[in-house]
């Protein structure tokens, strides 16, 4: 179904370039973390691992904040809830640069969630309702070249400042004085009605089947599962890859925060080319050499045999893996069929970020009762897992539970 009418093409093109850029903040604060949290465990005299805490709680204000993003939007239309979300994770982050005391960090983690989760679902509204899906794939690249940045931008204030704090404070503030722009324009962010006049989502032709049926079929907990570890090796390499190069491979700090932006740099890079040639090469046979490339570059990351082929091996499985969750959302229909896949996705969203969360925090477990090295054999482990998961998902015999009636 075509998406109803939208602003008039100037406002419309203004408001495209301001979601970009709302995107590119939104990914900022996800590269800020991986390279400042030695610094930040080093003054607030934490363990390892306790980033599994920090990561928990910002998981559990983006969760919140999806799942009650459409009663938000309702409420509070997608102008006033982007400026509002913009402010809370802006004051978030400044926050974390001025708080003496660890749980205050790990509360100010929930208030960043709550802010990234309400800004990811108002801005997918918005695209979607006025927009094809084109520029969707550009929407989500953007959150890329956000995340290939922060790294850079912490890299930075750690080299010129000697000071984590320098990255979130500047983040932060940008993020407010997003807020407010989105405040000026909110009367602009207006949600159209679809052209019959309905008042119901765009994509919703179908009749999805309940919650129960959907979670009496294998195929559904199998597709889940896929979404739990992929998202679970991005996350794990993305918030743990400087740590590694310095403080167990003995990289200079300006260099590992240049090759773990390099990471997310790849990762876009790879996102957008996949975007290109996917209909050439079709999605089931760029899933399949996406996930091969991903098992051989974490192969390498974990052999190093060298400093270099061991920094190349990052930016690769960058790489390799950039395709797999767009293609994984495309093929949710052809996995559990048309009536469980509304229900799916959106379990499909929510496991994503469990996974983001919670495997990168047993990630760290690893790291501090073990070594530092266990995190790239852990990353083989799950690439080849996700890989297998893949072919059973994608096997004809895998069972199908009865439907009523």
């Known amino acids: 179904m075509r998406a109803g009418p939208g602003p008039r093409p100037v406002a419309a093109a203004g408001l495209i370039v301001l979601a970009f850029i709302a995107f590119i903040s939104l990914g900022l604060p996800d590269g800020l973390l991986g390279v400042a949290w030695p610094s930040i465990r080093g003054d607030f005299r934490r363990p390892l691992d306790s980033i599994g805490a920090l990561l928990l709680a910002v998981t559990a204000g983006y969760l919140t904040a999806c799942f009650g993003s459409g009663y938000s939007i309702a409420r509070l239309g997608v102008g006033n809830l982007l400026a509002l979300s913009c402010a809370v994770t802006g004051i978030s982050l400044v926050g974390y640069t001025l708080v003496p005391g660890w749980w205050m960090l790990v509360v100010l983690g929930v208030l960043t969630g ?54 979130y404070l500047l983040v932060g503030t940008a993020q407010i004085l997003l807020g407010a722009y989105f405040a000026a324009t909110a009367s602009r962010w207006q949600i159209r009605p679809a052209p019959d006049g309905s008042s119901k989502p765009l994509h919703a032709t179908h009749p999805a089947a309940c919650y129960s049926e959907t979670l009496a079929e294998p195929r559904v907990w199998f597709s889940l599962s896929l979404f739990l570890v992929y998202t679970g090796i991005e996350a794990t390499l993305g918030v743990w890859a400087y740590t590694l190069l310095t403080e167990s491979r003995g990289i200079i700090p300006k260099v590992a925060g240049f090759w773990t932006g390099g990471y997310w740099a790849t990762f876009t890079i790879g996102r957008i080319l996949a975007g290109l040639f996917t209909n050439r090469v079709g999605e089931r046979r760029l899933l399949r050499a996406s996930l091969a490339g991903a098992v051989a570059s974490a192969a390498i990351l974990a052999w190093n045999p060298t400093p270099g082929v061991g920094l190349a091996a990052v930016v690769l499985l960058g790489f390799a893996i950039a395709p797999v969750f767009p293609a994984l959302v495309s093929g949710t229909r052809d996995r559990v069929g048309e009536r469980h896949t509304a229900n799916t996705i959106g379990m499909q969203m929510a496991v994503a970020g469990l996974g983001a969360a919670l495997i990168p925090a047993v990630a760290g477990v690893f790291a501090r009762h073990r070594s530092i090295e266990t995190i790239p054999v852990f990353l083989v482990v799950l690439t080849v897992a996700l890989f297998l998961m893949h072919a059973v998902v994608g096997s004809r015999n895998l069972p199908r539970a009865r439907t009523p009636g």
């Open 114 to 167: 709550l802010g990234a989760g309400a800004i990811d679902a108002g801005l997918n509204t918005f695209v979607a309702a006025h927009f094809g899906e084109r520029l969707m794939h550009w929407l989500h690249a953007s959150w890329g070249i956000g995340i290939t940045l922060g790294p850079l931008i912490m890299a930075l204030g750690l080299d010129r400042y000697q000071s984590w704090r320098w990255g």
